[in-house]
């Protein structure tokens, strides 16, 4: 046996120059899952086609710091919505033959973890809507979504189970 078979090297993988092990990875790469980065793309093109309408009937000039700002709150507010969608559907997803995949029920991100990150998800939106001043009628259009999508939740997932004690009828 040679020097190098006794010493063997273990595989290090970096994150921004911190060395993380495969768990990490997983876990970070589910949460990657969880907010749906792909489905930005809708919301990314109905704003740009709102601003670009807005600025032509209206003459009103696109700002982009904000527009940007605007996108972030929305992808935000439905990445957390996203993420919310899967914790309260974990049970059935588990049993969907393609659905099982998904980061919670393959055990990568724990169901407690994803229910709170939705939450700071949802919060940082509208966070960032409260800093853009003046944008009472966006502010307003987060809430709608928010709210239908809660509604949706409530009536078409596993969600009522989740809430013990509460008639929903």
Same mark, same amino acid.
């Given at each position: 046996?040679?020097?190098?078979?006794? *010493?063997?090297?273990?595989?290090?993988?970096?994150?921004?120059?911190?060395?993380?092990?495969?768990?990490?990875?997983?876990?970070? *790469?589910?949460?990657?899952?969880?907010?749906?980065?792909?489905?930005?793309?809708? %919301?990314?093109?109905?704003?740009?086609?709102?601003?670009?309408?807005?600025?032509?009937?209206?003459?009103?000039?696109?700002?982009?710091?904000?527009?940007?700002?605007?996108?972030?709150?929305?992808?935000?507010?439905?990445?957390?919505? *996203?993420?919310?969608?899967? *914790?309260?559907?974990?049970?059935?997803?588990?049993?969907?033959?393609?659905?099982?995949?998904?980061?919670?029920?393959?055990?990568?991100?724990?169901?407690?973890?994803?229910?709170?990150?939705?939450?700071?998800?949802?919060?940082? %939106?509208?966070?960032?809507?409260?800093?853009?001043?003046?944008?009472?009628?966006?502010?307003?259009?987060?809430?709608?979504?928010?709210?239908?999508?809660?509604?949706?939740?409530?009536?078409? %997932?596993?969600?009522?189970?989740?809430?013990?004690?509460?008639?929903?009828?």
């Amino acid at each position: 046996r040679g020097l190098g078979d006794v *010493y063997k090297r273990q595989q290090v993988n970096y994150l921004f120059f911190y060395p993380v092990n495969k768990t990490m990875l997983r876990f970070f *790469y589910g949460l990657l899952q969880l907010v749906r980065p792909l489905e930005w793309s809708k %919301s990314f093109g109905n704003m740009l086609i709102a601003a670009v309408t807005a600025g032509l009937l209206l003459a009103v000039p696109l700002d982009a710091v904000k527009f940007l700002l605007g996108f972030s709150a929305l992808a935000l507010l439905w990445s957390g919505l *996203y993420a919310l969608n899967d *914790y309260t559907d974990r049970k059935a997803d588990a049993l969907h033959p393609v659905k099982k995949q998904r980061a919670i029920p393959r055990g990568v991100v724990p169901a407690s973890v994803a229910l709170f990150f939705s939450l700071i998800l949802i919060g940082s %939106s509208f966070y960032i809507a409260f800093i853009l001043n003046g944008t009472f009628l966006f502010t307003l259009c987060l809430v709608a979504m928010l709210i239908n999508q809660l509604i949706c939740l409530l009536y078409t %997932s596993d969600a009522a189970d989740e809430l013990d004690g509460v008639d929903l009828g």
